[in-house]
Protein backbone atom coordinates (compact mmCIF):
# COMPACT_ATOMS: atom_id res chain seq x y z
CA UNK A 1 0.00 0.00 0.00
CA UNK A 2 2.72 2.32 1.19
CA UNK A 3 4.49 1.94 -2.85
CA UNK A 4 1.11 2.42 -4.47
CA UNK A 5 0.43 5.42 -2.78
CA UNK A 6 4.16 6.67 -3.24
CA UNK A 7 3.98 5.89 -6.91
CA UNK A 8 0.60 7.93 -6.89
CA UNK A 9 2.18 10.59 -5.99
CA UNK A 10 4.93 10.47 -8.15
CA UNK A 11 3.00 10.58 -11.03
CA UNK A 12 0.53 13.76 -9.72
CA UNK A 13 3.99 15.62 -9.17
CA UNK A 14 5.18 14.32 -13.32
CA UNK A 15 2.07 14.76 -15.08
CA UNK A 16 1.90 18.58 -14.63
CA UNK A 17 5.50 18.31 -15.76
CA UNK A 18 5.26 16.34 -18.68
CA UNK A 19 2.23 18.61 -19.59
CA UNK A 20 4.02 21.79 -19.57
CA UNK A 21 7.08 20.15 -21.44
CA UNK A 22 4.52 19.31 -23.99
CA UNK A 23 3.25 22.54 -24.43
CA UNK A 24 6.60 24.27 -24.81
CA UNK A 25 7.68 21.69 -26.93
CA UNK A 26 9.04 23.17 -30.59
CA UNK A 27 6.32 22.97 -33.38
CA UNK A 28 6.68 20.30 -35.66
CA UNK A 29 6.14 20.67 -39.75
CA UNK A 30 3.58 19.16 -41.15
CA UNK A 31 2.20 18.40 -37.70
CA UNK A 32 1.83 21.66 -36.33
CA UNK A 33 2.37 24.23 -39.75
CA UNK A 34 3.51 23.94 -42.73
CA UNK A 35 5.67 26.04 -44.73
CA UNK A 36 4.51 28.46 -47.27
CA UNK A 37 6.37 27.62 -50.66
CA UNK A 38 6.46 31.14 -51.48
CA UNK A 39 6.67 32.77 -48.52
CA UNK A 40 6.39 36.81 -47.81
CA UNK A 41 4.65 38.66 -44.98
CA UNK A 42 1.11 40.42 -45.86
CA UNK A 43 3.00 44.22 -45.22
CA UNK A 44 6.40 45.01 -44.14
CA UNK A 45 7.27 43.53 -41.21
CA UNK A 46 9.08 47.07 -39.92
CA UNK A 47 10.74 44.99 -37.15
CA UNK A 48 7.49 43.15 -35.90
CA UNK A 49 5.56 39.69 -36.19
CA UNK A 50 2.84 39.45 -38.24
CA UNK A 51 0.02 36.99 -37.76
CA UNK A 52 -2.51 36.95 -40.47
CA UNK A 53 -5.87 35.49 -40.24
CA UNK A 54 -7.47 35.14 -43.42
CA UNK A 55 -10.99 34.63 -42.67
CA UNK A 56 -14.60 35.05 -44.25
CA UNK A 57 -17.76 36.76 -42.94
CA UNK A 58 -19.70 34.04 -44.27
CA UNK A 59 -17.56 30.83 -42.67
CA UNK A 60 -19.19 29.57 -39.87
CA UNK A 61 -15.94 28.55 -38.58
CA UNK A 62 -14.43 31.79 -38.53
CA UNK A 63 -17.81 32.99 -36.54
CA UNK A 64 -17.00 30.43 -33.77
CA UNK A 65 -13.31 31.51 -33.86
CA UNK A 66 -13.56 35.16 -33.53
CA UNK A 67 -14.44 35.31 -29.78
CA UNK A 68 -11.78 32.89 -28.96
CA UNK A 69 -9.47 35.37 -31.67
CA UNK A 70 -10.49 38.73 -30.12
CA UNK A 71 -9.22 37.61 -26.50
CA UNK A 72 -6.50 36.13 -28.14
CA UNK A 73 -4.99 39.31 -29.99
CA UNK A 74 -6.14 41.49 -27.07
CA UNK A 75 -3.23 39.51 -25.23
CA UNK A 76 -0.31 40.06 -28.30
CA UNK A 77 2.79 41.39 -26.98
CA UNK A 78 3.57 44.65 -28.51
CA UNK A 79 6.39 43.17 -31.48
CA UNK A 80 3.22 41.01 -32.69
CA UNK A 81 1.29 42.78 -35.60
CA UNK A 82 -2.56 41.04 -36.01
CA UNK A 83 -3.57 41.48 -39.52
CA UNK A 84 -7.02 40.24 -40.34
CA UNK A 85 -7.29 39.60 -44.03
CA UNK A 86 -10.75 38.60 -45.66
CA UNK A 87 -10.86 35.79 -47.93
CA UNK A 88 -11.20 37.06 -51.85
CA UNK A 89 -12.20 33.77 -53.00
CA UNK A 90 -14.58 34.97 -55.23
CA UNK A 91 -18.50 35.37 -55.69
CA UNK A 92 -20.09 36.32 -52.49
CA UNK A 93 -16.72 36.15 -50.55
CA UNK A 94 -15.39 39.18 -52.48
CA UNK A 95 -18.51 41.06 -51.78
CA UNK A 96 -17.73 40.48 -48.03
CA UNK A 97 -14.22 41.32 -48.86
CA UNK A 98 -15.35 44.65 -49.49
CA UNK A 99 -18.11 45.51 -46.94
CA UNK A 100 -14.99 44.61 -44.36
CA UNK A 101 -12.44 47.17 -46.06
CA UNK A 102 -15.14 49.57 -46.68
CA UNK A 103 -16.23 49.88 -42.84
CA UNK A 104 -12.24 49.91 -42.39
CA UNK A 105 -12.15 53.16 -44.76
CA UNK A 106 -15.19 54.58 -43.48
CA UNK A 107 -14.02 53.90 -39.51
CA UNK A 108 -16.46 51.81 -37.85
CA UNK A 109 -14.98 48.75 -38.17
CA UNK A 110 -13.74 47.86 -34.98
CA UNK A 111 -17.61 48.32 -33.56
CA UNK A 112 -19.45 46.85 -37.08
CA UNK A 113 -16.69 43.52 -37.12
CA UNK A 114 -17.67 41.14 -34.94
CA UNK A 115 -21.54 42.11 -35.53
CA UNK A 116 -21.31 41.20 -39.54
CA UNK A 117 -20.70 37.73 -38.17
CA UNK A 118 -23.93 38.03 -35.78
CA UNK A 119 -26.13 39.42 -38.52
CA UNK A 120 -25.16 36.37 -41.02
CA UNK A 121 -25.06 33.98 -38.26
CA UNK A 122 -27.40 34.49 -35.55
CA UNK A 123 -29.75 36.98 -36.69
CA UNK A 124 -29.72 36.14 -40.67
CA UNK A 125 -30.19 39.55 -41.05
CA UNK A 126 -28.16 39.77 -44.07
CA UNK A 127 -27.78 37.72 -46.79
CA UNK A 128 -24.69 34.84 -47.28
CA UNK A 129 -25.18 35.49 -51.20
CA UNK A 130 -26.23 38.24 -53.18
CA UNK A 131 -25.66 40.45 -50.90
CA UNK A 132 -26.20 44.08 -52.26
CA UNK A 133 -24.13 47.51 -51.64
CA UNK A 134 -27.77 49.21 -50.42
CA UNK A 135 -28.28 46.13 -47.38
CA UNK A 136 -24.54 46.43 -46.30
CA UNK A 137 -25.07 50.69 -46.57
CA UNK A 138 -28.18 50.13 -44.33
CA UNK A 139 -26.28 47.48 -41.89
CA UNK A 140 -23.63 49.71 -41.37
CA UNK A 141 -25.27 52.99 -41.13
CA UNK A 142 -26.64 51.69 -37.46
CA UNK A 143 -23.10 52.78 -36.80
CA UNK A 144 -23.28 56.13 -38.31
CA UNK A 145 -22.31 56.05 -41.93
CA UNK A 146 -24.05 57.57 -44.17
CA UNK A 147 -25.17 55.35 -46.88
CA UNK A 148 -23.80 56.97 -49.56
CA UNK A 149 -20.76 57.44 -47.91
CA UNK A 150 -20.32 53.48 -47.45
CA UNK A 151 -20.94 52.56 -50.93
CA UNK A 152 -19.05 55.11 -52.30
CA UNK A 153 -16.43 53.52 -50.53
CA UNK A 154 -17.50 50.17 -51.45
CA UNK A 155 -17.36 51.12 -55.11
CA UNK A 156 -13.85 52.84 -54.75
CA UNK A 157 -10.45 51.96 -55.55
CA UNK A 158 -9.15 52.18 -52.77
CA UNK A 159 -11.32 49.38 -51.42
CA UNK A 160 -11.00 47.70 -54.84
CA UNK A 161 -7.21 47.60 -54.62
CA UNK A 162 -7.05 45.93 -51.07
CA UNK A 163 -9.63 43.11 -52.24
CA UNK A 164 -6.90 42.63 -55.09
CA UNK A 165 -4.11 42.40 -52.24
CA UNK A 166 -6.12 40.15 -50.24
CA UNK A 167 -6.67 37.67 -53.22
CA UNK A 168 -3.03 37.67 -53.90
CA UNK A 169 -1.62 36.77 -50.82
CA UNK A 170 -4.29 33.99 -50.48
CA UNK A 171 -3.11 32.60 -53.99
CA UNK A 172 0.51 32.95 -53.16
CA UNK A 173 0.17 31.41 -49.67
CA UNK A 174 -2.18 28.82 -51.11
CA UNK A 175 -4.67 29.08 -47.81
CA UNK A 176 -6.74 25.52 -48.01
CA UNK A 177 -9.61 27.12 -46.39
CA UNK A 178 -10.71 29.64 -43.82
CA UNK A 179 -10.12 30.77 -40.70
CA UNK A 180 -6.14 30.43 -41.61
CA UNK A 181 -3.60 31.50 -39.52
CA UNK A 182 -0.35 32.37 -41.02
CA UNK A 183 3.02 34.11 -39.01
CA UNK A 184 5.32 35.78 -40.48
CA UNK A 185 3.99 35.06 -44.04
CA UNK A 186 6.37 31.79 -43.76
CA UNK A 187 4.12 29.04 -41.78
CA UNK A 188 0.58 27.87 -42.13
CA UNK A 189 -0.38 27.68 -38.60
CA UNK A 190 -2.37 23.88 -38.41
CA UNK A 191 -4.21 22.60 -35.54
CA UNK A 192 -6.97 19.96 -34.66
CA UNK A 193 -8.84 22.71 -33.11
CA UNK A 194 -8.79 26.21 -32.39
CA UNK A 195 -6.92 26.11 -28.86
CA UNK A 196 -4.46 24.43 -30.35
CA UNK A 197 -4.55 26.47 -33.64
CA UNK A 198 -3.47 29.95 -31.25
CA UNK A 199 -1.04 27.32 -29.16
CA UNK A 200 1.21 26.60 -32.22
CA UNK A 201 0.73 30.11 -33.44
CA UNK A 202 2.23 31.15 -30.18
CA UNK A 203 5.18 28.35 -30.32
CA UNK A 204 5.43 30.19 -34.24
CA UNK A 205 5.70 33.38 -32.87
CA UNK A 206 8.29 32.70 -29.99
CA UNK A 207 10.38 30.80 -32.68
CA UNK A 208 10.30 33.93 -35.15
CA UNK A 209 11.48 36.29 -31.74
CA UNK A 210 14.24 33.98 -31.33
CA UNK A 211 15.28 33.74 -35.07
CA UNK A 212 15.56 37.88 -34.70
CA UNK A 213 17.85 38.07 -31.54
CA UNK A 214 20.93 39.05 -32.78
Known sequence: MKFASRLMTLLLVLLPLAACAASTSEPVEGRDY???????????????????????????????????????????PRDVRFTAVPAAFGGYWDAYARAYYAAEQTGVLARSHADVFKALHEQHSLPMQNVSPQELATFHAAYGVEPQAYIDALRGEQVEARVKAAREFAMRTRVPGTPALIVNGKYLVKGNNFQELLRNADALIARERAAARP
Open 34 to 76: DLIADPGPFAPLAGRIEVVEMFGYTCPHCAHFEPMLEAWTAKL
